[in-house]
């Protein structure tokens, strides 16, 4: 096999913490493909270690190793009160920076992903059980696992290049320590972003749908943009919007908490949403956070004619 090529400053940093990444979550969420995305970053992987071997094999882990262990409900000697137990005691070890990843996705998406590659759900294969059975029985069984979760992924909406990239934007080497901000703006309609640690509803702002000249349009549009501006709530609500995050992202920070998403919502998730998320981003930015946007409603299209000045990670 021919070795990838890194660039120095993507290898992991030799007098540095060992590294470790606990990929876990609902079985066709993604875990493998993130696991093989880790391996391209430089992690060592390993999928469906057996529990009892973590914490002997991070124990064993170099200063500067990196190593990403897969975990689902398939592993030898699965239970979430026993992988809860031996990811307390891998946190206790000293000289280790570990994060444990969960991959979350719509029951709806899991279905269809089983049903297109006509594979069997581990939890209702042995029985010859309906998918959704399985799907219901593993998300109560893992429940645990996301609530002690440090990053939490919703892969619904994901193609493998998405996340292929949220890998490389929160895991590669190289990148500056500290708290990685999401902004997305999303539409209520469809549902609320599953990874959200905090949501702000924007709908009582001036709706550009009603607009006849600005409902082909998106929040990226400066016409639009300066339509939901003129609205005499958007300054006083962004203000303290904008302060009530300034006050909490340096608590979050100070916990340990590596990533944060926050989400603003409107009806459709094309105007309004759009418009502040992309705002919001931008004061972020200047604040020195490091930030990414993902607008989940928006149609392609759009964003291809439009594009995002504010979507580029720095």
């Known amino acids: 096999m021919t070795p990838i090529a ?3 400053a993507a290898r992991p940093d030799a007098n540095g913490p ?5 990929i876990t979550g609902l ?4 875990r493998t493909s993130l696991l093989k995305a880790l391996e391209d970053l430089g992690y060592e992987t390993i999928d469906n270690m057996p529990v009892r071997l973590m914490a002997p094999a991070v124990e064993a882990m170099a200063p500067g190793e990196a190593l990403a262990v897969g975990v689902d409900v398939r592993t030898r000697g699965f239970d979430a009160a026993a992988v809860d137990q031996a990811l307390s005691q891998v946190a206790a070890l000293p000289g280790l920076a570990a994060t444990v990843v969960f991959l979350d ?7 269809r992903r089983y049903t297109e590659t006509r594979r069997r759900h581990p939890l209702a294969s042995a029985t010859d059980r309906p998918v959704e059975d399985g799907i219901r029985d593993e998300r109560a069984l893992i429940a645990p696992l996301r609530d002690r979760a440090d990053v939490v992924l919703d ?9 292929r990239r949220k890998a490389s934007e929160l895991f590669a080497f190289g990148g500056s320590p500290g708290l990685q901000l999401s902004v997305t703006s999303f539409g209520f309609r469809n549902g609320l972003p599953r990874d959200a640690d905090l949501v702000f509803d924007v709908r009582f702002l001036a709706n550009p749908h009603y607009d006849p000249l600005l409902r082909p349009l998106t929040g990226l549009d400066p016409s639009v943009g300066a339509h939901v501006a003129a609205d005499p709530l958007f300054a006083p609500f962004f203000d303290r919007m904008l302060d009530l995050i300034r006050l909490l992202l340096p608590a979050y920070a100070r916990e340990g ?12 998730g094309k105007h309004r949403s759009v418009f502040v998320t992309e705002r919001l981003a ?3 930015r200047q604040d ?4 990414t946007v993902r607008h989940r409603d928006m149609p392609d299209a759009d964003l291809a004619r439009t594009g995002s000045p504010a979507a580029k990670p720095v």
């Open 18 to 22: 060992a590294r470790l990444l606990v």
């Open 288 to 291: 020195g956070w490091r930030v």
């Open 282 to 284: 931008e004061e972020l």
């Open 27 to 30: 079985s066709g969420a993604g």
């Open 155 to 163: 892969t619904s909406e994901f193609s493998l290049t998405d996340l």
């Open 257 to 268: 908490k590596s990533y944060l998403t926050v989400a603003v919502g409107c009806t459709g």
């Open 6 to 8: 890194r660039p120095a």
């Open 105 to 111: 996705c719509d029951d709806e998406v899991l279905y």
